[in-house]
């Protein structure tokens, strides 16, 4: 095993568990004592988790694991949740893409669409997130268009008010929003403040607004605040949702799309 492919075990465990052991871990990954002891002390340099005696545990409520080791995460769910909020969108539109893993694959679910193959352009997509641009840039029918702003690590998405200018001066169609945590009370959030200042303007120049989220993030808060719960029109996740949770968000004016 690599050492990223390593890494990006022990930070899934970890995110998962809040705790890991060194020996546990070890026995996890097939792995000497000694390689996870050098892992989780080269983790800690990079302040992705916090290093304790005979182990590690993962920093505070507000923790967040980088886009890079989060790809596995919920890998199937993810997919369908992205494939069918790929077939809400209509050939022509202009759509907004937040960054995320769950957008990341409706961006593939579109990109693989018999019916958007060719147009010009068969689609605008205006995103934040480097990582989405880079995957459609190489379509020729569609047409990108990439905010400005400082590149944000561990999301891979521009933040700043250099995206200002260019949100401010468009209009969508439909904007899909990878999100932390969606309640009904609390609405829809982000781990960074500054993240969602900029999915909440994507949501402000849309016709219609897509939250994208498998069903852990259901029901759960998170620090920054992207949008009330009266600004979305429609939530896509998977079956595992409680069906209390889908009642309320319906008679909050959501329709809830599970797949």
């Not at 719960?229 to 909050?252: K, P």
Request: aromatic letters at 4%.
């Amino acid at each position: 095993m690599s050492r990223d492919a390593r890494w990006k075990a022990l930070l899934e465990l970890l995110v998962e568990r809040g705790r890991l052991d060194v020996e546990e871990a070890a026995a996890e990954l097939a792995v000497s004592a000694a390689t996870i002891r050098r892992d989780f002390d080269q983790l800690a340099e990079q302040q992705m988790l916090v290093r304790t005696r005979g182990g590690a545990v993962v920093h505070g409520v507000s923790y967040e694991l980088p886009l890079r080791y989060k790809t596995a995460r919920r890998a199937s769910e993810k997919q369908r949740i992205a494939k069918a909020v790929a077939e809400l969108v209509a050939p022509g539109e202009a759509v907004g893409l937040t960054g995320g893993t769950t957008t990341t694959e409706v961006a593939r679910a579109l990109a693989v669409r018999g019916d958007l193959a060719t147009g010009s352009p068969a689609l605008t997509v205006v995103t934040n997130a480097l990582n989405i641009a880079n995957e459609l840039a190489v379509r020729p029918q569609f047409k990108i268009v990439v905010t400005g702003g400082v590149a944000r690590p561990q999301s891979y998405e521009l933040i700043g008010p250099l995206a200002d200018g260019v949100l401010g001066q468009i209009t969508l169609d439909v904007a899909v929003l990878g999100v932390v945590a969606f309640d009904v009370t609390h609405g829809a959030a982000a781990h960074d403040e500054a993240e969602a200042a900029i999915n909440r303007l994507l949501c402000e120049r849309a016709e219609r607004v897509v939250v994208a989220a498998d069903s852990s993030k259901l029901g759960q808060r998170a620090f920054a605040r992207i949008c009330g719960t009266d600004l979305v029109n429609t939530l896509v996740t998977d079956t595992a949702v409680d069906q209390e949770t889908v009642r309320r968000f319906e008679e909050a004016g959501v329709r809830v799309v599970t797949v």
